[in-house]
C-alpha cells in the first residue's frame, strides 16, 4: 500500500471502530478528506485510493484544484467561510457547501446555481458552543432558516453543520439534538440526512454523538504547511 492508501485505511478502521462502540453501521458515516493547502497530486493519490468527496476552504486555491483534476470523479464540498460576493463560484463549482449560516447566502448560492445542473446540497452551519469569533447561526435561529432556505429551488438542505471548540465534546450532543429537533418541525426539508462534525482531533466523539460526516484533513493527508 502506499502512503495515501495506508492513512486512508487507517481512518476508516478508526470509523468502523467508533461505530461498533456504539453500535452504528459504518456505512452511515461519510469519510469527507480535507485538503486545504495540499497540490493537486496529493488528491490524484487519494482519489486513486479510493477517496471521491474532497473539502477546500479557500476558494482560488480550490478552482485551480477542480481544474486540474477536471478529467477525475469528484464530489466538492467547500468548507470554509462563504463570503457574500464569493458566491457565484460556489454555486456553479462545487456539490456541497457547508457553511451557509444567513438566507442571504443561500438566495444567492441558489439564485446563482445553474439551471441545467442538480440543485446544490448545503448544509447550515450553527455556532454550536456560542464562540464569539465563530461564524455559524444561533441555535435558536435554526428552524426559522430552515424553513426559509427548504423553500429556495436550486438547493437541497441536507442538515446542519458545526466547529466546537477543541474539545468540547458535549456540543456533538448539543447539535445531534437540534438536528433532531428539526426533524420534528412543521415543514420539515425533504432531505435532512446529514450532521457534518468532526474533525482529525474528534471523530470519534462526533460519530458517538451522531455525526454522519466527518471532515478529516491531518488524519489523511499529514500537517498542513501555511507558509508556502
Ligand atoms: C481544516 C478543516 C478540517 C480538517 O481539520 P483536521 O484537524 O486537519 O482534520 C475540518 N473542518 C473544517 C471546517 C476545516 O476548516
Redesign the pocket.
Known sequence: MNQSQQSRQTVLNQIEHACQRVQRDPATVQLLA?S?THPAERLRDMHEAGQRCF?E?YLQEALEKIEALQDLEIEWHF??HVQRNKTKHLAEKFDWV??VDRLIIAERLSGQRLASQVPLNICLQVNIDGQDSKDGCQPEQVAELVQQISQLPHIRLRGLMV?PAPDNHAAFTTAQALFDQVKSLHTQPQDWDTLSMG???DLEAAIAAGSTMV?????LFGA?DYTT
Open positions: 480535507v486545504k473539502g476552504n468548507i470554509g457547508h457553511g466547529i474533525m482529525s482531533a471532515r478529516i484533513g491531518t488524519a498542513r
